[in-house]
């Protein structure tokens, strides 16, 4: 098959144990500890070949995040002041707010669709997503879509 550059973001559990090894060499030779892809690649348990194959393919979310656009859909409860939590969430990651659609809620569920700016003093989406997620009355946060930001 053809790569068409086609990106997809998947939760960690969902993607295999060769490609989060991948992800750790890299980070161990990032940040200096060690200074080969061989001496890495042993670290973490992965053949050279294996670091090579993948290296340029994956990488963490957050890392690639700044700068960016990250639109999420947010199935919550229809509870006064949860919108309110939600953007919150937004706000002490440093993010900024582009636009917001709320569904007219049925049977007491709302969904919620958010663009956010992912800006240079942006902390880790990651966390941002998994605060948002962790909160009472929130069902589930997918990602939808990643986009350059705008200039």
Same mark, same amino acid.
Do not use: W
């Given at each position: =098959?053809?790569?068409?550059?086609?990106?997809?973001?998947?939760?960690?559990?969902?993607?295999?144990?060769?490609? #989060?090894r991948?992800?750790?060499?890299?980070?161990?030779?990032?940040?200096?500890k060690?200074?080969?892809?061989?001496?890495?690649?042993?670290?973490?348990?992965?053949?050279?070949?294996?670091?090579?194959?993948?290296?340029?393919?994956?990488?963490?979310?957050h890392?690639?995040?700044?700068?960016?656009?990250?639109?999420?859909?947010?199935? =919550?409860?229809?509870?006064?002041?949860?919108? @309110?939590?939600? #953007?919150?969430?937004?706000?002490?990651?440093?993010?900024?707010?582009?636009?917001?659609?709320?569904?007219i809620?049925?049977?007491?569920?709302?969904?919620?669709? #958010? @663009?956010?700016?992912?800006?240079?003093?942006?902390?880790?989406?990651?966390? =941002?997503?998994?605060?948002?997620?962790?909160?009472?009355?929130?069902?589930y946060?997918?990602? #939808?879509?990643?986009?350059?930001?705008?200039?």
């Amino acid at each position: =098959m053809k790569d068409k550059g086609q990106y997809y973001v998947l939760k960690e559990r969902a993607v295999p144990d060769v490609l #989060l090894r991948v992800v750790e060499a890299k980070r161990l030779i990032d940040s200096g500890k060690i200074a080969s892809v061989q001496e890495a690649a042993e670290k973490v348990g992965i053949s050279r070949s294996s670091f090579y194959k993948y290296k340029d393919d994956i990488f963490p979310f957050h890392e690639t995040a700044k700068g960016k656009t990250i639109t999420m859909v947010i199935q =919550m409860d229809d509870e006064p002041g949860l919108l @309110s939590i939600v #953007l919150k969430n937004v706000a002490e990651c440093h993010a900024n707010v582009l636009t917001i659609h709320q569904s007219i809620p049925s049977n007491g569920i709302a969904s919620l669709t #958010l @663009s956010v700016d992912v800006l240079p003093e942006t902390g880790d989406v990651t966390e =941002m997503v998994a605060h948002i997620e962790e909160q009472a009355g929130v069902h589930y946060v997918k990602i #939808l879509g990643q986009e350059q930001g705008r200039s």
